[in-house]
């Protein structure tokens, strides 16, 4: 995993609530078996119109925002289907931060675990950074990972919260399958004690 | 100290605890499906890892698989791919797999607990959301990304920092023409899309007890469009005679041993919940949803909001994009609405129950002409079934569709998808906008209420057709 340790770019503002992973990415997007390309289809129904060409209304379609890193958006994003195809969406279209009032547990989990940072902020601070967004290619937004700071086009600084475990992995791109695979032989151990204790518990041997 | 049945099922699949909370969490059952594991498998692959227990992972695939010409190669070339890949993994890692062609082939969610493979104080997990459903079986069963899917292959264990507990109790009794989708339905409406986030629901109290298992896995399925990971019903002499005897399933003196172990899973008097939610099944009435997500919910007797009521400005842009979406004016009546097509299926209900309750009302009753109406089966064992019961025909003669087991219109994976503009009466779990096809229109309702739509041609009051 590519670390993630400091940001500094345009905001993109997304003024919705309850974005649905659906609306990240549909359904049908889903068919591939690799993880990139997938930014052509970020937001796909917001982005497109019926005939395939682009919404000019949609946020992302408009130049200020065609670079944007950083997205400003509103409670519960990344709801419903636990595809990862949504945070692989935006890693590819190039989004590394999302920032919003809440988001759902599953995306959440899943933005950490590719290199994405969700920081969670109280809804009148989101609207704030959604108004420092609005002002376009001159507002830059900074984040400092290590520090947990958000940085306001005018300077003004804003600390957010982040899990310890999970700060450590994003900052070090760390291989989380590595990190548990070194509970190896606690894991052997409680499958032998379980193993023991629960001699009914079946197992799949074959279909 | 007294616990829930979330914090005994979690303190005994602790693997490790590290000094942050973060726990290393052993699973129990992965299963697997076509669409999000093959990068999991790659990632396998790139590392020269294996699947740390083959013996607790299964796979099928659902999400893709046409309902029709089952046996005939997949027409359209990424689905067919998708389904090849998996069959490749699993072939190349000795993973269990149930081929298409298989008789118990089905949705993940639904064979699950049909083979007694989902059982109570389990861990179980899946790439998909939907796998709170097992949760009913008194099992910790919650969907995870792919990443997650390669971690459990790869150490047969999750980094997971314990949920909150929440309750949520439904007292009283269901009235007819109510089921467990309006109960589920109710409370989604009740909490809220983001109700349950960061926590796990406990569904109990006397509607929910009385409840059988067809029901229960229809409440949990639908904990994630509450918010909430997982949803845990507690096991109980439903749950055990369900069991037994199924083909994954302990048998004879081992079903007996486990059966003593099930008994000391549920929440332990005066457990601690972080949020306790109460409904009364009695004011249950048929829901339907008239928006765009699980909690733009109503009963069928309601009229479709006014936005222009809603204070907050955000919300009030959001509700009246909601009713454009779905073509829908503020203070018109819900039943009447004209329909285009029904789907009766998913992992939500597409049981043998489910199909029952539907031809139950479709019994001596046409299909309007101009509704499409399609019954997928859960599983090809709950169609066999289904056809050697006579639900199939009776669902055939009124005009139903009847099609071979997968999730099909839930999410339209399959060429099972609404046109724009169309709109369903469906008995699935989402009514995103374009789920279940670009611009297509959903309402979630429970399989009587769908057959119900069906017959009428438009969202009506099943309780108005079989009193």
């Known amino acids: ?207 | 100290m007294a616990r829930t049945l979330f914090d005994k099922i979690w303190d005994a699949h602790v693997v490790e605890r590290m000094g942050d909370g973060t726990c290393v969490l052993y699973i129990d059952r992965h299963l697997l499906h076509e669409v999000t594991s093959p990068q999991a498998f790659e990632g396998l692959r790139l590392a020269g890892r294996k699947v740390r227990r083959v013996d607790a992972t299964i796979a099928v695939a659902d999400h893709n698989v046409p309902t029709q010409g089952r046996g005939l190669p997949i027409a359209e070339p990424e689905s067919r791919l998708q389904v090849a890949t998996l069959e490749a993994n699993v072939a190349a890692f000795g993973v269990p797999y149930i081929p298409i062609t298989d008789p118990r082939q089905g949705i993940v969610h639904i064979i699950g607990p049909e083979q007694g493979l989902s059982l109570p104080g389990m861990t179980i997990v899946c790439g998909d959301s939907h796998t709170s459903t097992h949760g009913a079986m008194g099992a910790l069963a919650f969907g995870i990304g792919t990443s997650e899917v390669e971690h459990v292959l790869a150490t047969q264990t999750l980094l997971q920092k314990p949920a909150k507990n929440m309750r949520v109790q439904v007292d009283g009794t269901l009235a007819p023409g109510c089921t467990a989708k309006d109960i589920i339905l109710a409370i989604v409406g009740r909490i809220g899309t983001a109700g349950g986030t960061g926590h796990v629901i406990e569904y109990a109290g006397e509607a929910i007890r009385a409840l059988d298992m067809a029901g229960r896995l229809t409440v949990c399925n639908m904990s994630i469009e509450a918010g909430a990971r997982a949803g845990l019903i507690a096991p109980d002499q439903t749950t055990y005679d369900y069991i037994k005897g199924r083909p994954y399933a302990p048998q004879g003196e081992a079903f007996e041993q486990a059966v003593a172990y099930w008994r000391t899973l549920p929440s332990d008097a005066g457990a601690h919940f972080d949020r306790v939610v109460t409904l009364d099944a009695a004011e249950i009435v048929p829901q339907v949803t008239w928006g765009t997500n699980p909690e733009a919910v109503m009963p069928i007797t309601g009229l479709v909001p006014d936005p222009a009521a809603e204070p907050d400005s955000a919300r009030r842009a959001q509700l009246a994009q909601m009713l454009t979406y779905m073509d829908l004016k503020a203070g018109q009546k819900l039943a009447g609405t004209k329909i285009d097509v029904v789907f009766i299926g998913s992992c939500t209900n597409a049981r043998i129950e489910d199909l029952r309750a539907a031809a139950a009302v479709a019994k001596g009753r046409q299909v309007a002409p101009s509704v499409r109406a399609l019954v997928v089966p859960g599983s090809g064992l709950v169609k066999a079934q289904a056809e050697a019961e006579g639900v199939a025909k009776i669902l055939q003669d009124a005009g139903f569709e009847w099609r071979d087991a997968g999730c099909s219109m839930c999410l339209g994976m399959n060429p099972d998808k609404l046109t724009q503009g169309q709109r369903c009466a469906s008995t699935s779990n989402r009514n995103f906008e374009g789920r279940q096809g670009p611009g297509g229109r959903t309402h979630l309702l429970s399989p009587a209420m769908a057959a119900a739509a069906a017959v009428r041609g438009v969202l009506c009051d099943v309780r108005d057709l079989v009193s």
């Open chain 1, 1 to 207: 995993m590519t670390p993630f340790t400091t940001l500094t770019a345009m905001a993109a503002p997304l003024n919705l609530n309850n974005v649905d992973t659906d609306k990240i990415i549909p359904a049908r997007f889903l068919k591939t078996i690799r993880r990139s390309g997938l930014g052509v289809h970020l937001f796909d129904s917001l982005r497109y119109l019926a005939d395939g060409s682009e919404n000019p209304d949609f946020v992302l379609n408009q130049a200020k925002y065609r670079k944007a890193e950083i997205l400003i958006t509103g409670e519960n994003f990344g709801c419903g289907s636990s595809r990862e195809h949504a945070p692989w969406a935006l890693l590819d279209f190039g989004i590394g931060c999302v920032i919003a009032p809440s988001f759902a547990d599953i995306f959440h989990e899943n933005c950490f675990k590719n290199g994405i940072l969700p920081i969670t902020l109280p809804a009148e601070v989101c609207a704030e950074l959604m108004a420092d967004a609005a002002l376009g290619q001159n507002a830059r937004i900074s984040i400092d990972l290590a520090a947990q700071m958000v940085t306001r086009p005018d300077g003004r600084r804003i600390p957010f919260e982040v899990d310890a475990f999970r700060k450590k992995c994003l900052l070090n791109g760390l291989d989380e399958i590595g990190l548990t695979l070194e509970h190896a032989g606690a894991i052997e151990i409680f499958e032998q004690r379980r193993a023991a204790a629960e001699s009914w518990q079946p197992t799949i041997d074959g279909v």
